[in-house]
């Protein structure tokens, strides 16, 4: 990405960027010459987890990176065809990995197209998204990265989560409902 890109992009965060004061996030600027030439990252105290893939620091609203969770309303089966809520598993799965940290470490990877916040998160070294995929709480969101396709592979493999029966792809889920 071109400086100017990330420029424009960056300028659409201003708000944002004030409020990483309280949030112990930091800017900075590694050169002129790089690729990518702006950091966003740091500490971020959770305040609220929303689902299998959202969460609250005060008023900043964070979208973990590369996944994609269940929905919270989102019903899953088993293999025996009995449904389980793995929406709200994967919520309270997000909400016990989130408590095993005093905060998160978090680096912003980029905006989605409501104002949050894609980041990359951390609790105690532990990528938060990898961890949720590798579980099958979530799956991998190939449309926008390509970072746990192969952890993906390994839980479905290993019938682990949404894939030990059968599951409706979020996405999909979302466009139907």
């Known amino acids: 990405m071109n400086r100017f ?3 424009s992009r960056l300028s659409g965060l201003c708000v944002y960027v004030l409020l990483f004061c309280g949030a112990g ?3 900075t600027d590694s050169s002129m010459a790089a690729d990518d030439p702006f ?3 740091g500490t971020v105290i959770v305040t609220r987890v929303s689902d299998g893939d959202s969460l609250r620091s005060g008023a900043l609203r964070i979208r973990i990176f ?3 969770a269940p929905e919270i309303k989102q019903i899953c089966y088993h293999d025996s065809g ?3 809520p793995c929406g709200e598993t994967a919520r309270d799965r997000l909400r016990a990995l989130v408590k095993t940290a005093a905060h998160l470490q978090c680096r912003l990877r980029d905006t989605d197209r409501y104002g949050r916040l894609v980041m990359q998160c951390f609790a105690n070294q532990k990528d938060l998204g990898r961890t949720l ?3 099958g709480m979530a799956v991998a969101y190939e449309r926008y990265a390509k970072d746990y396709i192969a952890v993906q592979a390994q839980a479905r493999d290993a019938g682990r989560g949404m894939w030990a029966g059968t599951f409706d ?3 999909d889920w979302r466009k139907a409902n």
Do not use: H, R
Request: net charge negative; charged share 30%.
């Open 66 to 68: 590369g996944i994609d």
């Open 82 to 84: 009995i449904k389980w």
């Open 25 to 27: 996030l930091s800017v």
């Open 133 to 135: 995929v590798e579980e």
């Open 169 to 171: 792809m979020p996405e």
């Open 39 to 41: 950091d966003i990252s």
């Open 5 to 7: 890109t990330m420029l």
